[in-house]
């Protein structure tokens, strides 16, 4: 890991409330360093969900101050959100692939978004297939594909435009634990490669074999975070603090 | 650089959901026709009335009939008092004889013997009278009211129901053709929108992709942008093309069929017809197309 330096994700005292008066971050803090690999955990409605849609700037800050990638986005304009999330690669359970494209076009209209030059995009295309290991499927549809293949293009395409930031919402809710692990095994080469990866899940498994960050959110406050933690120990803490409650 | 590679992917796109969403393209598409179509007939119509109507103007003239005994000065005074007259185009003096010769002409045509009964009398004698143009035909009444009350004459004659009858005609087509055609550019408009909203319903789950990833608005909206506007250009081109084949031969069997008007009323020239309707249809059909498209992508694409 770099020095710990560079902040690439700062979010100070930031509070989320939604229309209908829910409040899904409270007064939340948090510090990601360039080159960190963090898992982000907590129970259904803690907030989880609400902290990537911070970072892709899908929901604005009630208050409070939120910097990605060097940039303060707390009150970012409309026009520069495309510019703010093309440099955040982004990967969901349900992989989010357009089913009327090959696997080299899902991961080339990344690329076409961004108005990479044609000639460029063979070429960009090829090596993160190849670091996925699905060179030998470029042409396959996502329906002739398994579940962790289809994972693996969604990887591909996050990270084509070399992105510096990687975040990973539930990669593995969909996939056996053999193929969970091929994909976390990949997020962690992705990682050595330099990309801040970021993982929100519910695998207890993977969490305690990663032995990565572990930030545990609560009822939209930050209830623990553990450097080289575990699912169970952020858990136990967690049941711990709610039983002294 | 960015904008060009943008530019020809919305190109594309644009023509792939044409293909994609066909049923609702070629509805859109003939809706527009048919408006288009209706207006380059109405426009045709209504200024080729016009055309006429100028063209009867210009024939058409007030006759001014003087007094009994009424002086030659006097008649110059009250020429030059008409042609002072700033709705009045041409002032045309006609003696009795030519009166005379006129009528004869007109009227005893086919009876020659007839006119040999008045041997050398001139029965129109004392009917020398003054023709006069006016430049506008709706000025006609009130240039009648002030001869009338000049000195020195007798009678003013004006035939202008002919023309009346076609101003009026002209004046209902038009209406008829504005309320048809805002009413079918209504339903154009409409029918556009909905083309782009089921082109953006099938490509929902690739917009909230493109977004993820970072797509400007112009990537997104461009491609229904360039659906609207192909829809509309397409359907201006068509009916452009019809009017084209089937104006001159209308005409033509106009003219066939009724060879007596030909004699009276010429046709504005399918070329000078075209230098409007072409423009017109194109900038229409297009305007259609951007305005729907575009109002249907800000409203739901939320952008």
């Known amino acids: 890991m770099e020095e710990k330096s560079a902040k690439i994700v700062s979010l100070s005292n930031v509070s989320v409330t939604y229309p209908t008066g829910s409040k899904a971050l409270k007064n939340f803090s948090i510090d ?38 060097g940039k303060n986005i707390t009150n970012l304009k409309h026009k520069d959100v495309a510019t703010h999330r093309r440099r955040i690669g982004v990967v969901f359970q349900d992989f989010r692939l357009l089913k009327d494209r090959n696997v080299f076009e899902n991961v080339a209209f990344a690329q076409r978004v ?30 002739e ?39 976390m095994q990949l997020l962690e080469n992705i990682n050595r490669q330099g990309t801040t990866v970021i993982v929100v899940t519910h695998d207890r498994e993977i969490v305690d074999m990663m032995q990565k960050r572990v930030v545990t959110i609560k009822d939209g406050e930050m209830f623990s975070d553990v450097e080289q933690g575990q699912y169970t120990e952020s858990l136990a803490a967690s049941e711990t603090r709610f039983n002294m409650e | 650089m960015e904008g060009i590679h943008t530019f020809f992917y919305s190109i594309k796109q644009g023509i792939i959901n044409l293909k994609r969403n066909k049923m609702f393209t070629i ?28 063209s009867i103007e210009g024939n058409v003239a007030i006759t001014v009939f003087f007094d009994e005994g009424t002086k030659d000065s006097q008649k110059a005074e009250i020429a030059l008092e008409l042609k002072e007259n ?76 002919a023309v009346k009858t076609l101003v009026t005609f002209n004046r209902v087509i038009g209406i008829v053709s504005v309320v048809l055609i805002i009413i079918l550019l209504t339903v154009s408009t409409f029918l556009i929108q909905n083309t782009i909203i089921v082109g953006i319903s099938v490509r929902r789950e690739e917009i909230r992709i493109m977004r ?12 229904f942008v360039v659906e609207g506007i192909t829809i509309g250009l397409i359907g201006a081109l068509i009916p452009i093309l019809v009017l ?27 070329q000078s017809e075209f230098m409007v309707i072409v423009p017109a249809c194109i900038g229409l059909g297009v305007g259609i197309g951007l305005v729907g498209s575009l109002v249907t992508v800000k409203k739901h694409l939320n952008v």
């Not at chain 1, 510096?164 to 994909?183: F, R």
């Not at chain 2, 993820?212 to 491609?223: E, L, S």
């Open chain 2, 86 to 161: 700033k709705k009045i185009k041409k002032v045309e003096y006609i003696s009795a004889e030519q009166a005379w010769e006129n009528f004869k002409e007109d009227i005893f045509e086919t009876q020659p013997e007839l006119v040999d009964t008045f041997e050398e009398d001139n029965p129109l004698a004392d009917s020398d009278s003054y023709l006069v143009y006016v430049k506008d035909m709706s000025e006609q009444n009130s240039v009648v009211k002030t001869i009338e009350k000049m000195d020195g004459v007798r009678k003013v004659k004006s035939s202008k129901e």
């Open chain 1, 145 to 183: 594909l398994s579940g962790g293949e289809q994972q693996r293009v969604a990887l591909a395409r996050a990270i084509v435009n070399q992105v510096p930031l990687l975040i990973a919402d539930e990669p593995t809710g969909n996939l056996d634990p053999k193929t969970s692990m091929e994909i």
């Open chain 2, 27 to 54: 509805t859109s598409i003939c809706t527009i026709t048919a408006c288009l179509f209706l207006f380059g007939l109405c426009y045709s119509l209504v200024s080729n009335i016009q055309y006429i109507v100028k």
């Open chain 1, 32 to 69: 990601i360093y360039k080159g960190e690999f963090v898992f982000v955990v907590g129970a259904s409605g803690s907030g989880k969900s609400t902290f990537i849609k911070l970072l892709l700037r899908e929901v604005e800050p009630s208050s409070g101050k939120v910097v990605v990638n």
């Open chain 1, 114 to 143: 961004i108005s990479m030059p044609h000639r460029l995009i063979g070429r960009n295309v090829s090596k993160v297939l190849a670091l996925v290991g699905l060179e030998e499927k470029k042409k396959a549809f996502p329906k």
């Open chain 2, 244 to 270: 084209l084949i089937t104006y001159n031969r209308v005409l033509n069997w106009i003219s066939s069929q009724f060879g007596v008007l030909t004699n009276w009323i010429s046709f504005l020239s399918l």
């Open chain 2, 212 to 223: 993820m990833i970072g797509a400007t608005d112009f990537f997104v909206q461009g491609p």
